[in-house]
């Protein structure tokens, strides 16, 4: 049986609510800010226990794990993705959320939806084929510049392996490790799109992918995917053994 767990997964959707997908770091700073005090992994920041000036400003630490809350706008919807802990800090919230400010705008929330399950992650049986429903922010500073250098047939091979060292990453993240004969197989189909991230144009993909990887349907592969980059949805319905 290839290696495989079942991860909680928690979805709150507010469908009376309209906004951009661009908006999906407003919702982050949103929901971090006010629930800030219940658990880091809302705004993905670690303060430290002592104060480093006269001033008692504290000092702030980024958590380089992978975002286990991810907020989205998908089709218009805002959308917040909890994984492991943050599926139950999401559920534990729900009935709190009673709006939702986007810069000056208040939207009071009239309705909400909330799904919690397990989900099957894992090595699957057969290739399954995942698009990339907001863009896929792969690269970094260093193989950006890496990337801009080699040719079209060495872009594709370094994607490749970003991608697959993107979904190890989730992988530890569950505890998930491959046995010596299991590998990640991929296979790219995307093309190269700007988008504005922190005031900075930067190189973006929009597209697909087939691998033998069973992956949650919703949540972000890549660079900040706590704000909504890197969604990924199922097109095909591979068959697995749990």
Known sequence: MPTQALIPITTVTFPEIALRTRDAHKLRGYFGELFKEHSPLLHNHLEADMPTDADGAVTVKFRYAYPLVQYKVLDQVPTLVGLGEGATLLTQLFLQMREVQIESQTFPVLSKHIRHERVPLGLANDLIEYRFETL??????????????????????????????????????????????????????????????????????????????????????????????????RMNNGQWIL
């Open 136 to 233: 896929w922010m792969a690269l970094n500073q260093e193989n950006y510049r890496d990337y801009r250098r080699y040719a079209e047939v060495e872009q594709q091979a370094q994607l490749k392996r970003v991608l697959t060292s993107q979904i190890l990453a989730l992988f530890r993240e569950f505890d998930l490790w491959l046995e010596p004969h299991e590998r990640i197989m991929v296979r790219l189909d995307v093309q190269e799109r700007t988008t504005q991230f922190k005031n900075q144009t930067m190189m973006a993909f929009t597209g697909s992918f087939l691998t033998n990887v069973i992956l949650p349907d919703g949540i972000g592969l890549g660079k900040a995917v706590s704000r909504g980059f890197g969604t990924l949805t």
